[in-house]
């Protein structure tokens, strides 16, 4: 069963709950999983932000502006 087919039969059923919690309970699911999906969606970078981002990164790092390790094990605990 392909998944367009596996949605009309979730939907079919669902429309014959009588529970209110079910209902709720599926609601809760949906925005779940809709939440999740929609924090995956990102933009790439592009080539030059990349390289942007990594020139930054060793200028910091051989200007001691970064943390180790063990600070953000710290901070966190």
């Given at each position: 069963m392909n998944?367009?087919?596996?949605?009309?039969?979730?939907?079919?059923?669902?429309?014959?709950?009588q529970s209110e919690e079910a209902v709720s309970r599926l609601e809760k699911i949906l925005r779940k999983e809709k939440k999740a999906s929609d924090e995956q969606i990102f933009e790439p970078m592009t080539q030059d932000e990349l390289n942007k981002r990594i020139d930054q990164s060793e200028s910091d790092?051989?200007?001691?502006?970064?943390?180790?390790s063990s600070e953000l094990l710290a901070k966190y605990k």
């Open positions: 998944l367009e087919a596996r949605k009309i039969e979730f939907v079919k059923e669902f429309l014959k709950l790092f051989r200007n001691n502006r970064f943390k180790g």
